[in-house]
């Protein structure tokens, strides 16, 4: 040390820092710190010692807990050797002893960063890499905090009294709470505690104390009240206990003698992930032992080759996809275990738009809001929360256009705007800026980087390297799933010992075998970055019951479908040319069947006008014409889809009301395009003259329809299986082909063991067999077999009982295929969805 600066060693936990008054020392929960707190009591940058010229002193960075000398609590304080130094709390927060130096440390030792030698020693190098003439892991400059790391605020602990530790923030207000009084909790101003959170009802909860205890009972709420993370069901009551959490939308309670601590979740959360490891049938790991802390207010990217587990990464970390091993942390709390509470504060944008694009940008939010917020928000509050959003991502001269007529960039700006809606802390983006160009991908990044800025935390999966510097934090995946590297992106290059990204993949690419997770293990950096989450041991995730990880619907049943609905008229509706080719398509098929000749015969004796031998002919054209029109209308509506039904999917969508708001509105297009159809063939027919139940045009018609409705549902059975839109074409003309051959009209089909079993599985046969009895085919076709003329199709027999069975077991085909689409849909929902 300089002449005449007093010697002064500061001591925590058994380690010593000899301070040197040239340089000040941070003290707090950052890794990148000085002096590293572990301690949930401690802000991320808490305080700083420094030497002022005159003294040496501390200053408190507007830490939550506070810092205290003495035993009071200081912003700003002169230390000298002997005094006791408390963070967090004046009695048993950390101690920071201050003594001489001479009897701790070498005089003008400076302080050592956290797994760096002391000064005058070696510095710990990285292990062994595989290339030669690799220059050794770069060390940071001490000191040196990344750009835009940004002070965080405290994190609070439950006692040490056996009770769960959930990480909630410091109160943010207290309440006092009266034995014998109410207190209930909603968004509605006649409440005895308002909270101004959208995801709140009007009337949500309400505290209440029986027999000297507390009791949270749910008011029917939409987004549901949970309890340590548990969600009540909906209108029951829990006891509490002195350690037990009350989670209403963004805000959590805690009972603390007779007044109620509120906290806020304002998004300034910690996000951690320990030991991830997934693996799926046979045992093959494609996620392995995945470790890395996410500092708040922060922006992280993932990068990576093909292969390395990217998307399984996301997955795992927003509870899609819950990994077999380890922990989710937000804030301390499980995300798996408290996934139905916790998964309102996350934003997930995928890698395709989740956005109808035939909609405005302000109508798709509309209906989007209408979703994702309860069922009693007021058209006024959700309007004013979509404007907030729309000037926060400068969206709002947009607010009028397609989402079609937007660049990439502004597309995935809307994106991020839906996920905005509901204040989310947490945003994860999945290749945002793929098929960007580099100025719509900067533009991208820097969307994200005031994101973070403004309060939450941010963690982007990217390709691109090009704007790696503007994050805080970047994580690189190597091949098989593991962690090759995990600090500033400014040392990353340094760290492999390459000078570009493209020579870090080749390396990844051709030495696949290496272990990069153990030379990761092994450096400087993860002592710095990562050392302190992955001393935690890995843990079997012990998942709640399934019905308690799954959300609440924020809207009826009943609401959700009718907002579904209107919202698919609403894009169907902006699609001009689809609507055109809806109804021109049944035109065209009713022409064509008229250019059958058909010459009309004698009445039989019967006294029925009848068709001659073509009215077989004539039936196979509209009936296929319908099987392929019905289909067509359905069999890309779910794959387009896809996106945009797992992501609604996870915040509460009614799988039920999805796929019954499709049905309705295909199933009234198929109809209108039947009537189309029957209109225009049947018009210059000769008709029977009467019916079996109703006037034979309304028979006959019926049949179609019925027919059309099957095969549409036979069409939502091709798009649930499907990958890709562009599969459906092939399968689609696969299915009307076949429904040709079945339809009994080409060939015997009855009397046929097993072909005939077969047959009553195509929904053509049996609108064929119902068109059959009305026109009385089996008498009206010449028949199959010449030597016993007796001998028709049963399906064709023209009775009332036989059209109805026809017609029963057409539709009842149409709603097995219901059912079988509801499972199919399953597999593209997260895992704590299915049920």
Not at 320 to 347: T, W
Not at 399 to 426: C, F, M, N, Y
Not at 495 to 514: L, P
Not at 522 to 529: I, N
Request: charged share 20%; hydrophobic share 40%.
């Amino acid at each position: 040390m300089g002449r005449g600066v007093p010697e002064l060693v500061l001591e925590l936990n058994g380690r010593t820092w000899a301070l040197d008054p040239s340089r000040s020392y941070t003290l707090g929960r950052d890794p990148q710190g000085d002096v590293v707190i572990d301690d949930a009591r401690v802000s991320w940058r808490h305080a700083t010692v420094s030497w002022t010229g005159r003294g040496w002193s501390i200053e408190d960075h507007g830490s939550t807990n506070g810092t205290y000398v003495q035993g009071q609590r200081v912003q700003r304080a002169e230390l000298a050797a002997g005094s006791a130094v408390h963070l967090g709390n004046a009695t048993d927060g950390p101690r920071l002893n201050l003594t001489a130096a001479v009897a701790h440390a070498q005089q003008g030792a400076p302080a050592a960063w956290p797994g760096q030698a002391p000064a005058g020693g070696p510095a710990q190098q990285g292990g062994g890499f595989p290339p030669q003439g690799t220059p050794q892991a770069h060390v940071p400059q001490q000191g040196g905090a990344p750009a835009h790391q940004a002070p965080a605020g405290q994190q609070y602990q439950a006692p040490a009294s056996g009770g769960p530790a959930y990480g909630d923030r410091s109160p943010t207000t207290f309440h006092h709470i009266d034995l014998g009084r109410v207190m209930r909790i909603g968004r509605a101003l006649d409440n005895e505690l308002v909270v101004s959170d959208l995801q709140v009802s009007r009337h949500h909860a309400e505290f209440r104390s029986t027999g000297g205890r507390f009791e949270i009972k749910d008011l029917g709420s939409h987004n549901g009240t949970y309890v340590n993370g548990q969600p009540l069901p909906k209108s029951g009551t829990a006891l509490l206990g002195p350690n037990d959490i009350v989670g209403v939308g963004h805000s959590t309670f805690r009972i603390v003698g007779d007044r109620l601590e509120e906290f806020v979740d304002t998004g300034e959360v910690s996000f951690s992930a320990r030991h991830l490891t997934v693996t799926v049938d046979g045992g093959k790991q494609i996620l392995k032992d995945v470790s890395f802390g996410v500092p708040e207010k922060s922006l992280i990217a993932v990068i990576g080759p093909s292969g390395s587990g990217k998307s399984t990464l996301l997955k795992a970390l927003t509870g899609y996809r819950p990994a077999n091993q380890g922990d989710v942390l937000y804030d301390n709390r499980n995300l798996y275990k408290q996934f139905a509470e916790l998964r309102q504060r996350i934003g997930l944008v995928p890698q395709d738009d989740i956005l109808h694009k035939e909609l405005t940008v302000r109508t798709a939010l509309k209906y989007a809001a209408k979703l994702r917020f309860p069922g009693d928000t007021a058209e006024e509050e959700r309007t004013a929360r979509i404007d907030e959003v729309l000037r926060e991502l400068k969206l709002d001269i947009h607010k009028d256009k397609k989402i079609t007529s937007l660049s990439g960039g502004q597309r995935k700006r809307v994106s991020v705007a839906l996920e905005l809606l509901t204040k989310p802390s947490l945003i994860f983006l999945d290749e945002p800026t793929s098929g960007l160009d580099p100025g719509m991908d900067r533009d991208v990044m820097q969307l994200l980087r005031g994101l973070a800025d403004d309060g939450r935390t941010v963690l982007v999966v990217t390709h691109s390297v090009a704007e790696l510097a503007i994050c805080d934090k970047l994580l690189v995946m190597a091949p098989g799933g593991s962690v090759a590297y995990f600090g500033p992106p400014a040392e990353a290059l340094n760290f492999f010992g390459y000078q570009t990204w493209a020579d870090v993949f080749s390396a990844f690419e051709n030495y696949r075998d290496y272990d990069w997770a153990g030379r990761w293990k092994g450096s400087q950096h993860y002592q710095m970055y990562a050392a302190d989450i992955d001393a935690v041991a890995p843990q079997s995730v012990q998942m709640p019951p399934m019905q308690q990880m799954q959300p609440p619907k924020p809207q009826a049943w009943g609401s959700q479908l009718r907002t579904l609905i209107r919202r698919y008229v609403s894009v169907i509706a902006s699609d001009k040319g689809f609507m055109g080719l809806m109804l021109i398509l049944p035109a065209v098929l009713g022409v064509v069947s008229t250019v059958i000749p058909a010459d009309f015969g004698l009445a039989p004796p019967t006294g029925k006008a009848r068709f001659n031998g073509d009215a077989g002919t004539i039936m196979l054209i509209l009936a296929v014409g319908m099987c392929f029109s019905g289909a067509a209308n359905s069999v890309r509506e779910l794959i387009k889809e896809r996106v945009i039904y797992e992501r609604e999917r996870a915040t509460g969508l009614s799988r039920s009301a999805y796929l019954m708001s499709k049905v309705i509105v295909l199933g009234f297009i198929t109809a209108l395009q039947g009537v189309i159809i029957c209109g225009i063939g049947f018009a210059t027919r000769q008709l029977p003259a009467e019916g079996l139940i109703m006037p034979p045009a309304v028979e006959l018609c019926v049949a179609v329809i019925a027919l059309g409705f099957t095969s549409m549902m036979f069409g939502l059975v091709i798009s649930s299986l499907v990958k890709t839109a562009e599969k459906t074409m092939p399968l689609l003309v696969m299915f009307a082909i076949v429904q040709v051959v079945f339809t009994g009209i080409l060939f015997q089909v009855y009397d046929s063991p097993g072909l005939e079993q077969f047959a009553w599985l195509m929904p053509s046969r049996w609108a064929i067999g119902a068109a059959g009895t009305t026109l009385d085919l089996g008498h009206l076709m010449p028949p199959w077999d010449h030597d016993n003329p007796g001998n028709t199709d049963p399906l064709w027999e023209a009775t009332a009982g036989q059209w109805t069975l026809d017609i029963t077991v057409l539709l009842l085909i149409g709603i097995a295929c219901g059912f079988a689409v509801a499972r199919l849909l399953r597999r593209h929902e997260p895992e704590v969805m299915r049920k």
